[in-house]
């Protein structure tokens, strides 16, 4: 079985969600409480019904308990039994795989399925049904599921307790693969008669006085005594259970294990442990060093060994770079949340270019991990922004971190405007920071505008390099010169600003220097278009190292168009 439709109301953080998941791998990320572990609540609440149900007013959307809590869950894949008409074939609907929608009644060309709700009200008690448009039509009181099917609908939620799954727990991974074996009870019995074998054998005179007086009362008040008190151990009142056994390595339990490897271990259990199903797995990563994150996430999209061989359908969360760069686009999903309306969109259904978007998953998933992502048109300007928050956090402003700002490199000027678009479909705010001297994708970059994208591209069809050259003090350009030669040596900076300064019938840097007296437009142009094709700044440590120049620098240079950029970047990071 795997879930296809997902509708919640009025549940926490969420007053509305509709969603069609993957079959296969659903990892959720989303900044700060944009709901994902709501999502995963909500899930596991509709498909475990139980005769109890720990609710409180905080669980209904803005402590509004006059609007009923209520989740419906939609299931295709149905075992045959479920299909029959003494069970749910008469409650059936149809599954449009091709437009992701629900038709209410199964035909040609639809996928039979089951949709099972959750309904909450202000009495705090849940109540569990089978739902479709004819029941509600009807009046009559909804169906509900059977609690041995219930037990099949029931996930599987990775926690952060797994050791309880390295037990013989009664509701243990262990146990459920077990289930066909014979043997646990007489095992129990056996055990409880030799312990009291062993109590018996022991020393009985440190209960003696004890006794001996309970049985002097006894008959004093004519309690009838049949033959002799003694001290016996009540088995019963041990409890020697199916929780007591746990899984050994040796003499040592393995519910010691640490956090990682008991998860790692829990994993493989239940991904082995009977048919294909659905498994829930809240920040996926804790406990778990990167490579160990990486074998995790591999095992779980295999499809399994055992007969059935389908992969199961996971629920996951995540706030790990490492989960997001390890996963394919189709197996992520970005969680929004705007005055309780939560909306998942798919990185791969979402995007124009897939391979663009895979890129980015690999290169920077810092960035799908953040709310707001600055996209540069290359490393230079990746690394200027970078440089500029470090130097705003000396200025008293909030750090790139606190706004969850990044930074990232779009690729180029036609590979950067179908980044931006991309993220702007996937509910990131975004500024799309462009070089104005080769004009970028025109159908993209408007696109990328109309959804949203804040676009700066720097006046008068010029790099970003020739931008600060043309606006620094003159000490500022002499100091990025400087750092060029850090970055390249002297001799080649030398070499390259003499021929164009030559070429442009100029003197020469070697023959004339660089005092103030060469401070004119001309030479300005001319050593930025040489620091741009020499690339020169086209690294993103060497962009941030230019923000240490241009820092002390902006109240002298506050009305030129480098200064006017940076202020309106830093007014989007702010959200002014």
């Not at 008991?262 to 199903?277: E, F, K, T, Y």
């Amino acid at each position: 079985m795997r879930i296809v439709f997902l509708e919640i109301q009025n549940f926490r953080g969420i007053h509305s969600l509709v969603w069609a998941p993957a079959p296969g791998m659903n990892c959720l990320n989303g900044p700060r409480d944009s709901t994902k572990t709501t999502i995963l609540d909500a899930i596991e609440l509709c498909l475990n019904p139980r005769s109890y149900i720990f609710a409180d007013d905080c669980d209904f959307y803005d402590l509004n308990v006059k609007k009923e809590i209520r989740i419906t869950v939609t299931l295709a894949g149905l075992p045959s039994s479920f299909k029959t008409e003494d069970r749910y074939g008469l409650h059936l609907r149809g599954w449009d795989q091709a437009e992701m929608k629900i038709i209410d009644e199964p035909g040609a060309g639809l996928e039979e399925a089951l949709s099972i709700t959750v309904v909450i009200d202000q009495s705090l008690e849940a109540r569990w049904s089978i739902q479709n448009d004819r029941i509600d039509a009807s009046e009559s009181d909804s169906p509900t599921v059977r609690y041995k099917d219930a037990k099949q609908l029931a996930t599987n939620r990775l926690g952060p307790f797994a050791e309880r799954h390295l037990g013989w727990g009664r509701t243990s991974v262990l146990t459920r693969i077990g289930e066909a074996g014979e043997g646990f009870s007489l095992q129990l019995a056996e055990a409880g008669r030799a312990a009291r074998t062993s109590f018996k054998a022991g020393d009985q005179g440190v209960f003696k006085k004890a006794v001996d007086r309970a049985e002097e009362l006894s008959k004093l008040f004519a309690v009838p005594v049949r033959g002799k008190f003694t001290a016996e151990l009540d088995v019963q009142g041990v409890s020697i259970t199916s929780g007591g056994i746990s899984l050994h390595d040796g003499n040592l339990p393995l519910r010691r294990l640490g956090t990682g490897s008991a998860r790692l271990l829990v994993s493989a259990l239940q991904h082995d442990a009977g048919p294909p199903h659905i498994a829930i797995i809240d920040e996926i990563e804790h406990g778990l060093e990167p490579h160990r994150v990486a074998r995790l996430l591999k095992y779980l999209k295999t499809p399994k060994s055992n007969e059935d061989g389908g992969q199961p359908q996971i629920f996951a969360t995540t706030h790990s770079p490492v989960v997001i760069r390890e996963l394919t686009a189709a197996d992520i999903f970005a969680v929004r949340s705007t005055s309780g309306i939560t909306t998942v969109a798919s990185v791969a259904a979402t995007a124009k270019d897939i391979n663009t978007a895979q890129q980015h998953l690999r290169g920077t998933p810092e960035a799908f991990l953040a709310r707001k992502v600055l996209v540069g048109e290359g490393r230079t300007e990746q690394g200027f922004a970078r440089g500029l928050d470090e130097w705003w956090q000396t200025s008293d402003f909030d750090s790139f971190a606190l706004q969850s700002v990044v930074a990232i490199d779009g690729g180029g000027k036609d590979k950067a405007p179908l980044v931006a678009e991309h993220l702007r479909d996937l509910g990131y705010e975004v500024l799309l920071v462009l070089d104005s001297d080769e004009a970028p994708n025109p159908d993209a970059l408007k696109r990328a505008e109309e959804k949203g994208t804040i676009v700066h591209q720097w006046p008068g069809e010029c790099s970003t390099e020739e931008r600060l050259f043309l606006d620094l003090p003159w000490n500022g350009v002499r100091d990025m010169i400087k750092l060029a030669v850090t970055f390249v040596g002297q001799d080649s900076v030398m070499a390259v600003m003499d021929r164009a300064l030559s070429a442009a019938d100029l003197p020469t840097v070697t023959d004339a220097k660089l005092g103030a007296e060469r401070d004119t437009p001309a030479v300005r142009r001319i050593l930025g278009k040489v620091a741009k094709d020499k690339s020169w700044f086209k690294d993103i440590t060497r962009g941030e190292q230019l923000a240490a120049i241009i820092g002390p620098c902006m109240a002298e240079i506050a009305e030129t168009p480098l200064a006017l950029g940076i202020y309106a970047m830093r007014g989007w990071v702010d959200g002014r």
